[in-house]
């Protein structure tokens, strides 16, 4: 039987990798797609992923993503997959939803967590790590771009006020019960 799915997204310091580890190592078996592991694969001729012109890039890069997702998932590990995944990426996960819809597959999960602007943007640029996406402008851009999910907003966890414990807690009771899965009827037209 195939394990579930969890796509744990928002904007740039949201504190995604952190909890998406933490929740992946308090499961029996799951793995930590980390999705800037998988741009970081590109050796040459790599656009920074937040680009307009990086689409082509972006797309190719989802699409290795979630079929790594739904491998894992078949073998029976819960894949936490992390990364900026709005709802503009959803199509590359869109026959996986619709498999688990109609049980034969695995349940997907989407969870966005996003604290208010002031605290992303805090939190973004206290990052230290050599490639952490700190400048405002891109930072904003891609908070903007989570600010207003229509039929998704249901999948958003606002985390402003909580520590990393509480993030993690969250996180964990949603995918236990399953408020947050994805249907296909929520995934933006223009994203199938």
Excluded at 126 to 151: C, N
Aim: hydrophobic share 45%.
């Amino acid at each position: 039987m195939s394990a579930d799915i969890v796509i744990l997204t928002g904007p740039p310091g949201a504190g995604k990798s952190t909890v998406a580890r933490a929740v992946a190592r308090s499961q029996p078996r799951a793995v930590h797609l980390h999705t800037d592991d998988f741009w970081s694969c590109i050796a040459s001729g790599a656009i920074p992923p937040y680009l307009p012109e990086s689409d082509a890039q972006n797309q190719t890069v989802m699409r290795v993503i979630s079929a790594a997702a739904r491998e894992y998932a078949a073998g029976g590990y819960l894949a936490v997959v992390d990364g900026i995944v709005g709802p503009w990426m959803l199509r590359h996960f869109r026959d996986l939803v619709a498999a688990g819809d109609q049980g034969g597959g695995s349940r997907v999960h989407y969870v966005v967590l996003r604290p208010s602007r002031d605290e992303t943007l805090r939190r973004a640029q206290a990052r230290t790590a050599p490639d952490a996406l700190v400048d405002e402008g891109p930072v904003v851009s891609l908070w903007e771009q989570f600010a207003e999910l229509a039929a998704l907003e249901s999948h958003v966890i606002d985390t402003s006020g909580q520590d990393q414990d509480e993030t993690v807690d969250a996180v964990a009771a949603t995918i236990s019960d399953g408020t947050r899965l994805l249907a296909l009827a929520k995934i933006p037209a223009s994203a199938r």
